[in-house]
């Protein structure tokens, strides 16, 4: 498959491979198109490649304990699942997911680039906006979302604090104007630590993970002593059994656990750009994603049971359950570690990757930190409740429509650096118009017409919710359970097909 331009001079000349199998622009080297090329896009220099396997680590488990994977649970069992399935439902769906996030977080390594550089390979430099707005638009949805649940524990709990009139103040729009204070404090203390740059994250992440798993913890051990001993959730039997009506919600509830990391497969190179070594990221990465959120999903099972025990009715909400706490060095504690927990995921996983997809859009006007206050600005834009209310509507909808398109995007980017190009790229291209990756005016219609082709596989046959009852596309109903699935098979095997012919140069 021939690039449609001239090819560019040998990359032996312009990039230079370490000792280490990781890769820099050699020191001639200028990249100054500011089309495609600012400060935040350029590789990351090597002197600047120090992430060691407990960042990645600190990374993971910031990430994975916020307030909604500690209802990934809750929503399982209410779809009729016990304590058992549920748990076992999410830690193989993070195994899964885990693959295609070592597979993508290897090329930010190596290469030091972010996610929409990297796509630029596969889908050319000005086709790279396509799979990259797509990232920023659900990023942006989820950034929504974690800020409106950061901005009700400040809600809940400073109302323990202050009183009374403090959550039954005048309503806005349906809610207290003080819960819209507190939302939009929240908003701000985000965008104030992410413009301090990726340097701080990595700080902040490193002494956040601890916190917060001592927290959860403390809830644990909180409510086990008020009760006495967990309570008759964990002796709960399954509504479902193990027989078909277990596998029809079993499948799709899975494609949901994948879908709700489906986004950081994508982008996982925005971090691992930074990576010490590939040994660093990948231990990192395997150590802290399935391992944390199988603990937390535990966590939240047993917590959960304790309430059960307690109060009468299980209360799956840490926020609702802290605000029960009856002395104020509790509530404090309780904020202090929620707002932790759900700082750290949604700037490590939904400010991040739309910063620098909205960067790659336009080069010369927005840089790292514009494209985290545009991220911040759509994010309140939304109605990020009405996605939680349900887990009808966020497991299947919200988190199965996701996955399914972001699935597809995962396929033609492993197809192209895996099995097409076998991890050799040409970062001078990367940057420049007349390159190997400029194709067709700066499109590669092969990724374009793969990654359509496997999102209509993918998500054609939605049903349920907002969704026709028998899907959108009837013939494809029977896929729909299998989204995520789908849409990355369908789109790896036929970019690969359409790409056999494909020329490294290397």
């Known amino acids: 498959m021939s690039s449609g331009?001239?090819?560019?001079?040998?990359?032996?000349?312009v990039q230079r491979t370490h000792p280490d199998g990781r890769v820099s622009l050699a020191d001639h080297v200028v990249l100054d198109d500011a089309r495609f090329a600012n400060h935040d896009?350029?590789?990351?220099?090597?002197?600047?490649?120090?992430?060691?396997?407990?960042?990645?680590?600190?990374?993971?488990?910031?990430?994975?304990?916020?307030?909604?994977?500690?209802?990934?649970?809750?929503?399982?069992?209410?779809?009729?699942?016990?304590?058992?399935?549920?748990?076992?439902?999410?830690?193989?769906?993070?195994l899964i997911v885990l693959a295609p996030m070592l597979l993508t977080g290897h090329a930010g390594t190596k290469?030091?680039?972010?996610?929409?550089?990297?796509?630029r390979a596969s889908f050319g430099l000005r086709g790279a906006n396509l799979p990259a707005m797509l990232r920023a638009a659900v990023a942006c949805a989820w950034f929504g979302i974690q800020t409106w649940l950061g901005g009700e524990a400040i809600f809940l709990l400073a109302g323990k604090l202050l009183g009374h009139g403090w959550q039954t103040a005048t309503p806005v729009g349906g809610y207290p104007w003080t819960q819209w204070l507190s939302f939009l404090l929240f908003w701000a203390l985000q965008l104030l630590i992410i413009a301090r740059g990726m340097d701080t994250l990595r700080r902040f992440e490193n002494w956040a993970a601890p916190v917060v798993l001592l927290g959860a913890f403390g809830l644990l051990g909180w409510i086990t002593n008020k009760a006495g001993g967990l309570g008759p959730l964990l002796r709960q039997p399954s509504k479902l059994g193990w027989g078909h009506e277990f596998w029809k919600v079993f499948f799709p509830a899975l494609m949901g656990m994948i879908g709700f990391w489906s986004t950081l497969s994508l982008n996982i190179s925005d971090f691992t750009r930074f990576g010490g070594s590939q040994r660093a990221q990948i231990r990192g990465q395997a150590l802290g994603l399935p391992t944390t959120m199988t603990l937390f999903a535990l966590l939240s099972v047993l917590v959960t049971s304790g309430s059960q025990a307690v109060y009468g009715t299980p209360i799956w909400d840490p926020i609702q359950l802290a605000a029960k706490l009856d002395n104020t060095a509790g509530i404090l504690i309780a904020l202090l570690t929620v707002l932790i927990a759900t700082i750290s995921v949604n700037i490590a996983a939904n400010v991040v990757s739309p910063a620098y997809d909205l960067a790659n859009l336009w080069p010369c006007r927005i840089n790292f930190r514009r494209g985290a206050l545009i991220t911040g600005l759509v994010g309140v834009l939304i109605f990020p409740w009405k996605l939680i209310s349900d887990p009808h509507v966020y497991i299947y909808t919200w988190l199965g429509v996701v996955g399914g398109l972001l699935g597809t995007v995962a396929g033609v980017l492993i197809a192209d650096y895996w099995l097409l190009r076998r991890t050799h790229l040409d970062l001078a291209a990367l940057y420049r118009q007349e390159g190997r990756y400029w194709y067709h005016g700066g499109w590669n219609w092969r990724a374009v017409t793969a990654l359509l082709t496997g999102g209509i596989l993918a998500i054609g046959g939605s049903h349920g919710g907002p969704f026709p009852a028998n899907g959108l596309i009837p013939a494809l109903k029977r896929l729909a359970d299998y989204g995520w699935a789908v849409g990355l098979t369908s789109a790896l095997v036929l970019h690969l097909l359409l790409g056999t012919r494909i020329r490294t140069n290397h």
């Not at 331009?5 to 000349?13: K, L, R």
Request: charge should be neutral.
């Open 41 to 94: 896009l350029l590789p990351v220099p090597m002197e600047r490649r120090r992430w060691g396997v407990y960042n990645y680590l600190s990374l993971w488990v910031g990430m994975a304990h916020n307030i909604p994977s500690w209802t990934l649970a809750s929503g399982l069992v209410a779809l009729g699942m016990d304590w058992k399935q549920a748990v076992l439902t999410i830690a193989l769906g993070n």
């Open 5 to 13: 331009a001239p090819e560019t001079p040998d990359s032996s000349t």
């Open 111 to 119: 290469y030091g680039i972010p996610f929409p550089v990297f796509a």
